[in-house]
């Protein structure tokens, strides 16, 4: 029997002490908060009185002394200065709850604005040297509406981040539209779906329900393979209602007087068409799932849903999907769901064209606030007269 995948969940900034905050009443929901270990940390105070799931013991405001609590705006320098600063009250933290126990650290942060973006990297860095478990992130792309810098922003942040992480799981806010929605609202429900494949990931090896027997069990060691080496990784999600099956044999008896064994043929072919479902669907991040060096699959659902030979034929079809060869699947049976969930975890994606588009962002970014730098400076010189020798 596989072990659980026990997380160090960090929420760095605002939209990472969100995600946390919710991925803790999530997991409270199943009676399972117990195997995490959190943190959240901002510069503004206002965002960490904010959170209604983070115990306050387990909450930290940095930058004091610089920004007095009010948050560093978009200026991700500053963010990365302050998280510097204060690193060591930071990995005194971490190291106060506990590290004994787990099998990685997760940080969480939006990487278009300022906190997160800058201290998110300073972190990893730091964790990555003096801890021997793997250090993921799961960054979250701005949308393309939040304007240039916060583009600027989420380049650079992820630049620094890949140096220094296991493995930095995107979210492309920009991928993810509502009919509808505000801005907000539209952020609010992204963070409902990125809980949602979170929640699926640390089930793997969890000890199974009383009485359940998982065909093809995925432990936290199978997680860790498929997220090693560093880059990019996606996922994919797809759920469907798990129909009562009763009914359903009443109602097919009535129209053709099947045998109950053709009606169970099509359970591994219900499983084959969720995997795809959540492969080729909306994916965390967009990209080429044929760039995929590694792919994990797990399925979890009531008991009589799952099945070894849908599975199998799944995993078959993303080894052909995918450039690499490695693909993991498992299975958790659980009777505390009416759906079957499926999730695709597609490690190390090389064809993301989000990010193609965001250095475009960044270097126009770069570029306009070079030549408004040098406008200021050419302004201000000449407020003086030109007779006045500078000094060098």
Not at 31 to 38: A, H, L, P, Q, S
Not at 115 to 124: C, E, I, R
Not at 161 to 168: A, I, P, Q, R
Request: proline share 3%; aromatic share 6%; charged share 30%.
């Amino acid at each position: 029997m596989g072990e659980t995948m026990r997380f160090f969940v960090i929420g760095f900034g605002q939209a990472g002490g969100k995600i946390l905050d919710l991925f803790i009443e999530h997991e409270r929901l199943r009676g399972t908060e117990k195997n995490m270990r959190v943190l959240a940390i901002n510069t503004a105070r206002t965002d960490l009185m904010g959170l209604k799931n983070v115990d306050i013991k387990d909450r930290i405001l940095i930058g004091q002394t610089i920004v007095k609590g009010h948050g560093v705006g978009t200026d991700n320098t500053l963010g990365a200065k302050i998280a510097q600063e204060e690193i060591e009250t930071i990995l005194n933290a971490i190291d106060e709850r506990g590290t004994h126990e787990i099998d990685a650290f997760l940080i969480i942060s939006g990487l278009g604005g300022g906190t997160g973006s800058g201290g998110s990297p300073v972190l990893a860095k730091y964790l990555s040297e003096m801890y021997s478990e793997p250090v993921y992130a799961i960054g979250m792309l701005p949308a393309p509406e939040e304007g240039k810098l916060y583009s600027l922003n989420a380049a650079r942040s992820m630049i620094s981040l890949l140096k220094y992480v296991d493995n930095l799981i995107l979210v492309d806010n920009g991928a993810w539209k509502f009919e509808g929605l505000s801005l907000k609202e539209s952020f609010a429900k992204i963070n409902e779906e990125v809980i949602k494949r979170l929640g699926v990931l640390a089930r793997a090896g969890e000890p199974l329900e009383e009485g359940l027997v998982g065909e093809m069990v995925v432990d936290s060691s199978e997680v860790i393979n498929t997220l090693r080496g560093g880059g990019i990784s996606s996922i994919g999600y797809a759920t469907t209602k798990a129909e009562d099956k009763k009914k359903k044999r009443f109602s097919i008896f009535k129209k053709k007087d099947k045998g109950i064994g053709e009606i169970e043929n099509d359970k591994p072919l219900k499983i084959a068409s969720l995997v795809r479902r959540a492969a080729l669907g909306r994916l965390t991040v967009p990209c080429n799932i044929k760039s995929a060096e590694r792919a994990l699959v797990l399925i979890a659902g009531p008991p009589e849903h799952l099945d070894r030979k849908g599975l199998e034929k799944a995993k078959l079809w993303l080894e052909d999907q995918i450039a690499g060869v490695e693909v993991r699947a498992g299975d958790y049976p659980t009777r505390r769901t009416e759906y079957v969930a499926a999730l695709v975890l597609l490690a190390n994606v090389t064809d993301v064209p989000r990010v193609k588009e965001l250095q475009r962002l960044a270097a126009e970014a770069k570029e306009e606030v070079d030549m408004a730098e040098r406008s200021r400076i050419e302004k201000t010189l000449a407020l003086f007269d030109e007779d006045i020798e500078p000094l060098i």
